[in-house]
């Protein structure tokens, strides 16, 4: 399984634009990276998610380098309301596996 | 469309009792997953199911059991509770091995 590594803690001002990394040397060739946002008292939510290079929708981005090692998630201009727990989740492709490691998350605290 | 329903909310246990943590699911969702979060920790995969009839075993399966006899619940067992197992368990459901998962709201289960 694919072990991920993430910073413990990030502090943000409200409209400055943040990124986490994540770092998952032993992603597999089939594996995909999937970011999920956690506020207090409620289950993840599904924020992104790639194979490589570089994915946006509406609420993130996600910039994957050609060796995958690693995974920066970037908010854009953050508010009070993206203070939450940050999660990385490096997925198997293997068919019947189907195990999903999370590491410990980051907790990302945005200032007014 | 409910997505991932989880019962009971909250529940308190005493040691040795045994209990189910319910989970259904309506989105046709072939995956189906169990975590458990501890405090200020990352979730830690129990089981997870790749379809009816087939479980296996997570990061920490020991103290509990599952079954998948239809596509849309996923129970939980405890057979006896202990105080290690105080945690918060979501349930979780995707369309495949490395699609999002859906998560549910929690059950916050304490055992004295």
């Known amino acids: 399984l694919a072990k991920t590594t993430q910073p413990i803690s990030m502090d943000s001002y409200e409209g400055q634009e943040v990124n986490i990394t994540c770092s998952h040397n032993n992603i597999a060739t089939n594996d995909y990276i999937t970011w999920y946002q956690q506020f207090p008292s409620q289950g993840p939510r599904f924020i992104i998610q790639?194979?490589?290079t570089k994915v946006t929708n509406e609420v993130a981005s996600l910039f994957i380098p050609a060796d995958r090692k690693s995974s920066t998630l970037s908010l854009p201009r953050v508010s009070l309301s993206d203070t939450a727990v940050y999660y990385c989740?490096?997925?198997?492709?293997?068919?019947?596996?189907?195990?999903?490691?999370f590491g410990d998350g980051t907790t990302l605290t945005v200032k007014p | 469309n409910a997505g991932v329903t989880q019962t009971p909310k909250f529940r308190i246990l005493k040691i040795g009792q045994s209990m189910t943590l319910q989970c259904t699911q309506d989105m046709n969702h072939n995956y189906m997953y169990w975590y458990r979060q501890d405090p200020g920790m990352g979730l830690k995969l129990i089981y997870y199911?790749?379809?009816?009839?087939?479980?296996d075993k997570g990061e920490v399966p020991n103290g509990y059991n599952v079954s998948r006899s239809t596509t849309e619940d996923f129970p939980l067992r405890l057979e006896l509770a202990a105080p290690s197992q105080t945690s918060v368990y979501f349930c979780?459901?995707?369309?495949?091995?490395?699609?999002?998962?859906?998560f549910g709201d929690g059950t916050r289960l304490s055992i004295l």
């Open positions: 989740l490096v997925g198997t492709g293997n068919t019947n596996a189907g195990k999903s490691t």
């Open positions: 199911s790749v379809g009816a009839g087939i479980t």
């Open positions: 979780a459901s995707s369309y495949a091995v490395n699609q999002p998962q859906h």
């Open positions: 790639g194979y490589k």
